[in-house]
Every structure is written in C-alpha cells, then in structure tokens.
C-alpha cells in the first residue's frame, strides 16, 4: 500500500483522536455551569452537550478553511505530512497534560502553536502565512478579554432588572433558563472546536495530493462531529470542577449571564471564520460575571493559574512539536 496513503490515513486516525480528547477537555467547559448549579444532572449535561455539540459541527465550515489555508500553505508545506502529525501529538500531548492536573487549557492554542512550530522546524520561518496566523492570534487574544467585558455587561444588566425580585425564586427561574443557555453553549462550542480537525484532515488531503480543494467533504465533518461527540459522553469532571467551582461560586442567575456570553462570542468567531478558545471564552465570561456580583467572590489564585497556562500553551505547543517533527523525520 502506497506510504503516502498510509500516513494520510495515519494522520486521519490522530486528527479524530485529538477531537475525542477536544470533546471531554473543552465541552466540559461548556456544560460546567450547568452541573454546578444543578439545573443538569451530570449525565443529562453531557447527553445534551454531545447532541448539541453533533449539530454544530455539522452546521459549519469556516473556521476548517481558515486552518486549512491560513497558518502554511499546504501546496508548499516540506514534508507536510511529517509537520502535520507532529502538530497533532504535540497538541494531544499537551491537552492530556492540563486535563490531567485539571487546568481549562486551551485545545486551539495548542493546536495552532503546534502547527506553527512543526513548520518552522520543517522550513524555518518564512514558511508561516504570517498575515494568517496573526489574524488567529489576533482573535484568540482578543476573544478572552471581550468575554470579561461582555459577561461583566450582562449580569450587571441582569442584576438591574431583577434587583427586586426574590433571591431564590429568581435563581429557581433561572435554572430552568440553563438548560437552554447550557444547550446554547454547546452548539456554539461545535460549530468552532469541532472544525478544527475537519481542517487539519483537510490540510493533510490537500499536501498529500488527494484534494486541490478546501471545501470540506462530508465524511471529514461527519467523522469529526462524531469524535468530538464522543468524547463529549466520556464527560471531564476535573475540567467541570475547576470551571464550575473554583473560580467562582456559580448561582444559576451567573450561570446563565455567563452561558448567553460565551456563546454569543464563540458564534461571533464562528461566523467570521476564526477559530477562538472556547475554553478562554467560557472561563473569561464566568470571571466577567463574578467581577460583576462580587468581586471579592472571584477565587483569583484559580484564574491566575489558569491565566499562565494560556500563556505558556503556544510556546511550549510549538516546541514540543518542533521536537516532535526532528524525532519523526528520523523514521519517515
């Protein structure tokens, strides 16, 4: 069997392995709210976010093409198939690392820090499309601290129009609101997180010659949806608690400010093709809420944590790659 082919579909294997690990690292971001505040069981959460998270990524495309065409050229990539399954050990490795210790990482920056380290390994950096992969950077800074704002705007909102209504009889409402907001969130989280890997599997098509085009074929979204939801089912309770309770104590009035917030942002990107942290995105609105209702609620030892690890996730990503992609060159 032709060795080309091989890898491709080696890479494929690794593509929908890193989008498993996405399903129970990230969504469990996107449901942690919900569980903390028990408007969800647990198993209805993640029955719900797998759904949820199914149809949209079989909604979207956008964000793949940005992946597929926006970091390196796949037509010039050298050693292309190398690169990109360094990216994707490097990024699974990494993901694994922080779901482990518990720490809501975020799945892009290493995905895209990857990328960006296995080229510039493979090629140096004139390699990197820089207009592309500033415009990604770009918004995954940008994304985070628009979540505070927004999430800090929107429960203060909230807070105004419900100032005299009862405490528990409003929390009672808002919990039933959840449900909706948590279902929001997690499509929202599909149509972003998911296109990811429909991008790199399309980028691995298009270097290795079985594609010149980047429209995405149906079999790689249908396959990734359904990796990501199923890796949604295997749930994520360490990414869960530190999200749903260690930053802040999560009542369903913040729960909901902070679902509607995360999920408009996600959709933001997702409608103007780029790819955002929905980790960032979610953890940054929940710290926008808490500032809001109290700011000396706000565990911020947590989020300083959380903080370093999305700063270090790019370079350290793009390291481990380009160590990666020098040990595989050896072999292929």
Same mark, same amino acid.
């Given at each position: 069997?032709? /060795?080309?082919?091989? &890898?491709?579909?080696?890479?494929?294997?690794?593509?929908?392995?890193?989008?498993?690990?996405?399903?129970?690292?990230? %969504?469990?971001?996107?449901?942690?709210?919900?569980?903390?505040?028990?408007?969800?069981? *647990?198993?209805?959460?993640?029955?719900?976010?797998?759904? +949820?998270?199914?149809?949209?990524? +079989?909604?979207?495309?956008? #964000?793949?093409?940005?992946?597929?065409?926006? &970091?390196?050229? *796949?037509?010039?990539? *050298?050693?292309?198939?190398?690169?990109?399954?360094?990216?994707?050990?490097?990024?699974?490795?990494?993901?694994? #690392?922080?779901?482990?210790?518990?720490?809501?990482?975020?799945?892009?920056?290493?995905?895209?820090?990857?990328?960006?380290?296995?080229?510039?390994?493979?090629?140096?950096?004139?390699?990197?499309?820089?207009?592309?992969?500033?415009?990604?950077?770009?918004?995954?800074?940008? /994304?985070?601290?628009?979540?505070?704002?927004?999430?800090?705007?929107?429960?203060?909102?909230?807070?105004?129009?419900?100032?005299?209504?009862?405490? %528990?009889?409003?929390?009672?409402?808002?919990?039933?609101?959840?449900?909706?907001?948590?279902?929001?969130?997690?499509?929202?989280?599909?149509?972003?997180?998911?296109?990811?890997?429909?991008?790199?599997?399309?980028?691995?098509?298009? %270097?290795?010659?079985?594609?010149? /085009?980047?429209?995405?074929?149906?079999?790689?979204?249908?396959?990734?949806?359904?990796?990501?939801?199923?890796?949604?089912?295997?749930?994520?309770?360490?990414?869960?608690?530190?999200?749903?309770?260690?930053? +802040?104590?999560?009542?369903?009035?913040?729960?909901?400010?902070?679902?509607?917030?995360?999920?408009?942002?996600?959709?933001?990107?997702?409608?103007?093709?780029? *790819?955002?942290?929905?980790?960032?995105?979610?953890? /940054?609105?929940?710290?926008?809420?808490?500032?809001?209702?109290? &700011?000396?609620?706000?565990?911020?030892?947590?989020?300083?944590? +959380?903080?370093?690890?999305?700063?270090i996730t790019l370079p350290i990503s793009a390291t481990l790659a380009g160590l990666i992609y020098f040990i595989l060159n050896l072999f292929?």
């Open positions: 069997m032709d /060795s080309i082919f091989l &890898i491709t579909i080696l890479i494929v294997i690794f593509a929908l392995a890193f989008d498993f690990i996405n399903g129970f690292h990230d %969504t469990a971001n996107a449901i942690a709210t919900s569980v903390s505040t028990k408007a969800l069981k *647990p198993r209805h959460a993640i029955i719900l976010a797998a759904t +949820m998270n199914f149809v949209g990524a +079989m909604t979207f495309t956008g #964000v793949a093409k940005t992946i597929t065409k926006g &970091i390196v050229d *796949p037509f010039t990539l *050298p050693n292309g198939s190398t690169v990109i399954l360094a990216a994707l050990i490097a990024a699974i490795v990494w993901n694994l #690392v922080t779901w482990y210790y518990g720490i809501p990482s975020s799945s892009s920056h290493a995905l895209i820090g990857a990328i960006a380290g296995a080229a510039i390994a493979a090629a140096g950096f004139s390699e990197i499309k820089w207009g592309g992969f500033l415009k990604i950077i770009e918004a995954l800074i940008i /994304s985070p601290i628009l979540a505070f704002a927004v999430g800090f705007l929107v429960y203060s909102i909230i807070k105004i129009l419900f100032k005299n209504n009862n405490l %528990t009889k409003t929390n009672k409402q808002f919990r039933t609101i959840q449900i909706a907001t948590a279902a929001l969130q997690s499509y929202s989280h599909g149509t972003n997180d998911a296109q990811k890997a429909m991008g790199i599997i399309t980028l691995a098509l298009m %270097t290795n010659g079985f594609t010149k /085009s980047d429209d995405i074929q149906l079999w790689v979204q249908l396959s990734c949806a359904i990796a990501m939801g199923l890796g949604t089912s295997i749930g994520g309770w360490k990414i869960i608690k530190t999200v749903g309770g260690k930053i +802040m104590k999560i009542r369903p009035v913040n729960g909901v400010a902070a679902d509607l917030t995360g999920a408009a942002i996600i959709f933001g990107a997702t409608l103007i093709h780029l *790819p955002v942290s929905t980790t960032h995105v979610i953890s /940054s609105s929940i710290l926008g809420v808490g500032s809001a209702h109290r &700011i000396k609620g706000v565990k911020w030892g947590t989020a300083k944590r +959380m903080v370093i690890t999305w700063f292929m």
